[in-house]
Nanobody, 114 residues
Framework: QVQFVESGGGLVQPGGSLKLTCTTSGVAFTKYAFDWYRQAPGEEREVIATISRDGWAAAYADSVKGRFTVSRDDAKNTTYLQMNDLKPEDTGVYFC???????WGQGTQVTVSS
């Protein structure tokens, strides 16, 4: 019943851009903040960006600040992560998390390589 689906990942060259989408169902989307996480190969999962319940406030990890932008569209039950000036160290699986039980999606792979 509760489902998060991340999409938009792929293979890009350094300096390129991607826009990730997390579409949700089965939750009262407007009641919750949402997070984006990244898990690099062999590393722990870390939070990359957070957007508040009302969409007015956002926070970013230092490693992506100034390059990534998080947003949400309540009418579509969807949150987005716009990623610009991608670097090889951005490579990993990206997840969204939120809802009353801190649900996770299955993740989408982002690979930045020349």
């Amino acid at each position: 019943q509760v489902q998060f689906v991340e999409s938009g990942g792929g293979l890009v060259q350094p300096g390129g851009s991607l826009k990730l989408t997390c579409t949700t169902s089965g939750v009262a989307f407007t009641k919750y903040a949402f997070d984006w996480y990244r898990q690099a190969p062999g590393e722990e999962r870390e939070v990359i960006a957070t957007i508040s319940r009302d969409g007015w406030a956002a926070a970013y990890a230092d490693s992506v600040k100034g390059r990534f932008t998080v947003s949400r569209d309540d009418a579509k039950n969807t949150t987005y992560l716009q990623m610009n000036d991608l670097k090889p160290e951005d490579t990993g699986v990206y997840f969204c998390k939120g809802g009353p039980g801190n649900y996770w999606g299955q993740g989408t792979q982002v690979t930045v390589s020349s």
